[in-house]
């Protein structure tokens, strides 16, 4: 059940950040709509399951060196690749655009993580 939140969660932050980026810099982030979204959550979950570990391993130094700030590139590479594989209906211009998404995507996976799900969470206990 918890997966099947953050895939939904996962879609809807996508919408809100191309729509941000739409604003702050037009076509550099398109979603075509919600099924695309959702769409694109679950091969990001799914990237982020099975090729991002790989990442994390093959970059592991500079990953150290910059103390983690590296991540954001692999998210920004997950990000490209999910692109690659669903064609027009989500398109990222630019390498530049996709590290501002992965960065806007994980702020907020940050607040709806604190603000939601641990809530949530706590009142089972």
Known sequence: MRWILSILLNGLVLIVVAGLMKILVPDSFYIANIGTAIVASVILSLLNVFVKPLLILVTLPITVVT???FLVVINAITLKMADAI???SFDIQGFGAAVA???GISVFNMLIDRAI???LSERKE
Request: net charge positive; proline share 8%.
């Open 67 to 69: 103390f983690g700030f």
């Open 86 to 88: 669903l064609g027009s």
């Open 101 to 103: 998404a992965a960065i």
């Open 117 to 119: 799900l641990r809530p």
